[in-house]
């Protein structure tokens, strides 16, 4: 039982790993998330600055793993074009640069403050 738990984070991270090692927009991602750590961290957020900078990281994270998901499953289901596949895929695309404006403006407003001020 517990070497079946264990061994599902093996697959997350094979997961994570494929993600990172064919996916640009990943890599960009994970790239901001650190570079704004690293700010968050110089600027000495707050707790409730702490809190709101990582949700929204994780949400974009979480979405653009979903979208490679998607992406990998609709490319087996349907090598060939098919109109469907390709507005599942828009659609996904949507939803990570939704989760991406969020974080923006979330870094935006905590961080031009704490810059400006």
């Known amino acids: 039982m517990m070497q079946r738990f264990f061994k599902s984070f093996g697959y997350a991270f094979s997961g994570l790993t ?3 090692k064919t996916q640009f927009n990943f890599k960009f991602h ?3 998330m650190l570079i704004v750590i690293i700010l968050g961290w ?3 957020l707050s707790l ?10 994780a ?3 979480i979405i653009e793993l979903l979208n490679t998901a998607i992406e990998v499953l609709v490319d ?3 090598p060939a074009y098919h109109e469907k596949a390709k507005i599942i895929k828009d659609v996904a695309a949507g ?4 989760s991406a404006v969020f974080a923006a403006l979330t870094g935006l407003l ?6 400006v001020g």
Not at 48 to 57: F, Q, R, V, Y
Not at 95 to 98: I, N
Not at 110 to 115: E, G, H, R, V
């Open 18 to 20: 494929y993600a990172f």
């Open 30 to 32: 994970v790239t901001s």
């Open 42 to 44: 110089y600027l000495r």
């Open 48 to 57: 409730s600055e702490w809190l709101w900078i990582i949700a929204a990281s």
């Open 59 to 61: 949400l974009v994270i």
């Open 76 to 78: 087996l289901v349907s």
């Open 95 to 98: 939803a990570v640069l939704v």
């Open 110 to 115: 905590i961080f031009i403050p704490k810059i």
